[in-house]
Structure formats: C-alpha cells, structure tokens
C-alpha cells in the first residue's frame, strides 16, 4: 500500500509533467499562430505597409475625393494601423479583400482610363499614404488600380503562412508587373511572347502546387486566374491581341522554330494532369495547326505582330 507521502510526491509529479506538457502546447500554438512574435514591434512599424498606412494623406486640387471614397480609404488605412500595432489578427487576407473593394470603388467612381492629370495623381501620389495598392498604364489597365501582390510580400510577416505562401510565390513569379512576365514590351500598351525563352512548364508548375496548398476561395481565384492567362498564350490567345483578330497567329518575340515545342511541352504537361483534360484538346488543336502551318508563327524580329 502506498503511503501518503509517497502518494504526496507522486501527485506532485503528475501536476508537475501536467504543467509542463500544456506550457510546451500553448507556445507551440503561439509559434505557429504568428510568427510576429519573432519580431520587435519596432520591426513591425518600420515594414513599408505599416509606414504607408501612417503617413499623412497627399491631396491634389485636380482630384476632390466623395466623402464615400474618402471614408473608405480611411478605414482601410485604419485597418493597415491595427493589424500593425497588434490590435487586430495577423493576418493580410482581410488586408487584400478591403484592398480590391477600394481599387474598385476608385475606379469606378475616377473611371481611370488614359494619360490625364488626375490619373497621373492616382498613379504617383495615391500609393505613398494608400498601402498595397499600385496603378498601371499597361497590359489593358490603362491607369486604373489594383491591390499590389508584391507591395503585400513586402509585408508578409504580417501574415498566415497561407498569406506567406499565395504573396511571396505570386509576386516571386512577377504577375504584379505592369505587363505579364512572358511578355516582352514593343508599345505602349503590349508586346510579343517571349516562346522559347519563359519557362512555362517550371512556372505552371508552382502555380499548380501552390493552389494544392491554399484554401482561401478569394487566393485560389487569384492563382486559378495567372494560371488561365499563363495558358491563354496556348490555348486562344497566342499573345496580347491574336484572339481578337479574324485570323489568329502566333506572336513570338524570337525565333519562330522554337514556339513549337513549347506548344508541345505544355500539351505533354497538361495530358499529364486529369485537372487539366478540358485545355489538352484546344493545345493538341494549336500544335496540329502549327505543324501544317494553318496557324501561321510569326516573329517581332521580322515582322511587328504585337499589336498597336
């Protein structure tokens, strides 16, 4: 029979390993809710979303903000600071939400479209006091805004390891510039394809095994898209303008023997994903019409074929 001081210390014991066990739980729990922790508050301030978001607001007497838009800058901006100072989750998917809600709304209401002052205002001015946000003359934006998925990277300490994921692999993959990364500028608003050159099968790729990983209905319908104008230069589109003329073609910035294979590497790529089966028949179609030339290739270098 154990005695009661045996019984004494064993209890003892247990509450002891019982304490230890939930302490080592609620920092594990803590480590992979936020990973802010790991960074001074002071850190924190200095990120350039945090700065942004507290800097004083740039007027222009070309530009009279609706008291709609101005109350919808200031609570994004609002929530920028307390996401900043702690006193709001840590996450950037909130963030990014509230950012395409105001880049919708400005341009609906500004309606930004050519090479005006006030554009030029929206372009420049907006972004150093409106956090994540950029403007763009190029690739069928025209001046018009959109949330920055690079100017979010910056910013990715802020957030879930999801957020951390979609951000840095999407901005890492340049779908946040001004025209697409496959894309090679010849004017003002387009260029040519750069087949032969961009790796699209590495590039499909991580989009592919990034959307495995993402859960967010509004992140996978981001990725789903740079996937969709990844393919579109194999499917409809060809580069910027083929789809909209009455004889397609094949727009390529190089040497026109080389757009074949990847015609060819993407069709063995998406034969090879049963997610993929609807777009295997409009590339097999498009690499059938390249071998017999019905669909004509044609390059910038000896031809201009990019539009404008």
Partial sequence: ?????????????????????????????????????????NEISQLPGCKIASSPKIYSKLVVFSEKFENAIDHYRESWQNVCNGKSTRSLFLLWVEAKTLTDLSNEIYGLNDYSEDNSYFIEKFPLFVPGIQGSFAEGYLGALKPSISLFAENAVLGTEEDRDFFTTLSSLGFDKNFSPWIEQTWDYGGCTTYGE??????????????????????????????????????????????????????????????????????????????????????????VEISNGSLKVISETEQHCSGG
Avoid: R
């Avoid at 393919?231 to 003329?245: I, M």
């Avoid at 757009?259 to 993929?276: E, G, K, R, T």
């Fill in 1 to 41: 029979m154990i005695s009661t001081k045996k019984l004494i210390v064993l209890l003892f014991v247990v509450v002891i390993i019982f304490i230890g066990i939930n302490i080592f739980f609620i920092s594990t729990q803590e480590a992979i809710v936020s990973n802010v922790n790991a960074i001074s508050q």
């Fill in 198 to 287: 961009y790796d699209w099968i590495k590039n499909l790729t991580i989009l592919d095994s990034i959307s495995k990983k993402i859960k967010s209905p509004v992140y996978l319908t981001a990725i789903n898209s740079a996937k969709e104008k990844l393919l579109a230069n194999f499917t409809y589109g060809y580069g910027d303008y083929s789809a909209y003329e009455v004889q397609p073609k094949v727009c390529t910035c190089g040497k026109t023997e080389k757009v074949l294979s990847d015609f060819q590497n993407i069709q063995q790529y998406l034969a090879s994903d049963p997610s993929h089966k609807d777009l295997v028949s409009m590339v097999s179609n498009a690499v």
